[in-house]
Every structure is written in structure tokens, then in C-alpha cells.
């Protein structure tokens, strides 16, 4: 019994160190709404999934608790925010190691991210 015990803990802690999970919030600062969210490894050419499921959208003045899981070893990240009328919004090369918090806003007509 204790073997199988053991050998389980050693299968899901290997499957853990292939699959790390990232968590951080997102607050949007602009006067815009985002109905897609992706998140990809910045050496990848292809864009995941919306991570923005089930119809929820950041609202302007919102925030929302992101949490990804990716088999991609990266330090750095590259995000793609789309809003409800088709605007794309990349930011490109983010790390996100010790990301709490990342906060959209908007200067002058430009949308920035401010990485805490």
C-alpha cells in the first residue's frame, strides 16, 4: 500500500514539474472592455486558447484573477487582449515570475501595461 502511495506522489509531482500553473490579477484601467485574453510563450508563434470562457469579459474599471497552466518552460510571456470592438492589444515579452499584479491603462490613447 505504501509503495503505490509513494509511486503516485512521485507521478504527480512529475506531472506538476511539466505543467507549472501562473496566477496573477488583471485590472483594466481603460475605458474599454476585453472579450479575449490570450497568453502564450513568447518563443511560440501560435496563440492558446481565450482564456476568457463561457462569454466574461474584462469591463473597463474591472479586474479578474487569470490563471493559466502551460507546459512551456518561458521567462517571458506574450499577451493579446482583444476588446468588444476588434481591437487587438499585444504586449510582448512580459515576465510574469513574482507577477501579482498586471494593470492596463490607458496614456494618451495607447494601452499600457503596468507590471507589479
Excluded at 88 to 115: P, Q, W
Amino acid at each position: 500500500m505504501k509503495f503505490w502511495f509513494f509511486l503516485l506522489f512521485i507521478l504527480l509531482s512529475i506531472a506538476n514539474a511539466f505543467a507549472s500553473e501562473h496566477e496573477f490579477t488583471l485590472v483594466n484601467q481603460t475605458a474599454r472592455s476585453f472579450e479575449g485574453l490570450y497568453i502564450t510563450a513568447s518563443d511560440n508563434k501560435d496563440w492558446d486558447a481565450n482564456l476568457l470562457l463561457n462569454g466574461k469579459v474584462l469591463t473597463a474599471g474591472g479586474k479578474i484573477l487569470v490563471r493559466f497552466k502551460s507546459d512551456a518552460e518561458s521567462e517571458t510571456w506574450d499577451f493579446n487582449l482583444v476588446d468588444d470592438e476588434g481591437l487587438s492589444v499585444t504586449f510582448d515579452k512580459v515576465k510574469l515570475a513574482g507577477v501579482d499584479t498586471v494593470t492596463l491603462k490607458d496614456v494618451n490613447g495607447k494601452i499600457t501595461a503596468e507590471i507589479e
